[in-house]
């Protein structure tokens, strides 16, 4: 398979502890996005890396939250001293722009965090 | 963050009949795309327009990107068991970051 690969796809942790999650993206694309997605809601952007330089960061990130995509081919999604409220379905998406390249974002199944 | 306006939030329809769905921008955007996207599941595409006017199917999946560009429409032609899904519309830019602004999405559920 070579779609965008999320894991873990479930993850349960406890208020105050750290969560990280991995996106690898479909091979050669040299842009990766992370979404974040509340029940009931459309997803919401929160930061895209162009080849390993993160390159923007949504106001939804905070400064609990650090993305990483070293070498330009994975990416890791870090959540320090998690909270309720960031219980949600993260999903990375990752795309090729260039110049005949339309940047049409393929998503991963996402990981779903519980904060209990 | 900003959601675009999705309408309508659900539907409830028969096994065959027709559905229609629309997403309305306050901004323009360069690219509409409709996904679908089934529980515990990501995104998945289903049809990409890039130009205003523009219409464009996928089997019995119809969609327009508007004149105005910051609207478009989904049609379902037909509808199956396995349409019963939530379906999102998104629109990008064409510069910059190109993230995708999703809408609040359509569910989708089919009456017996």
């Known amino acids: 398979d070579t779609g965008v690969s999320q894991n873990p796809r479930h993850k349960i942790t406890k208020r105050g502890q750290n969560v990280t999650f991995r996106c690898d993206p479909i091979s050669e694309h040299n842009r990766l996005y992370w979404y974040r997605q509340t029940l009931g809601q459309g997803p919401e952007f929160l930061t895209y890396?162009?080849?390993?330089?993160?390159?923007?960061k949504s106001r939804l990130l905070s400064d609990r939250f650090s993305a990483e995509r070293p070498k330009g081919s994975f990416s890791t999604l870090e959540i320090q001293r998690t909270e309720q409220g960031d219980s949600a379905m993260y999903l990375c998406?990752?795309?090729?722009?260039?110049?005949?390249?339309?940047?049409?974002?393929?998503f991963g199944a996402g990981t779903r965090l519980s904060v209990l | 963050g900003q959601q675009l306006n999705q309408s309508p939030q659900s539907m409830f329809i028969q096994e065959g009949e027709d559905v229609s769905m629309n997403c309305t921008s306050s901004s323009i955007f360069n690219t509409w795309l409709w996904y679908k996207q089934d529980p515990g599941e990501g995104p998945v595409l289903l049809i990409a327009?890039?130009?205003?006017?523009e219409l464009t199917s996928n089997g019995r999946l119809t969609a327009q990107f508007g004149i105005t560009r910051k609207d478009s429409f989904l049609n379902i032609s037909a509808s199956i068991p396995s349409d019963v899904v939530i379906y999102f519309c998104?629109?990008?830019?064409?510069?910059?970051?190109?993230?995708?602004?999703f809408g609040t999405g359509t569910r989708l559920t089919i009456i017996p």
């Open positions: 998104a629109g990008q830019a064409l510069f910059g970051n190109e993230k995708l602004t």
């Open positions: 998406a990752s795309s090729l722009r260039g110049f005949e390249a339309k940047n049409i974002q393929y």
């Open positions: 327009l890039y130009k205003a006017g």
């Open positions: 890396f162009q080849n390993e330089a993160q390159l923007e």
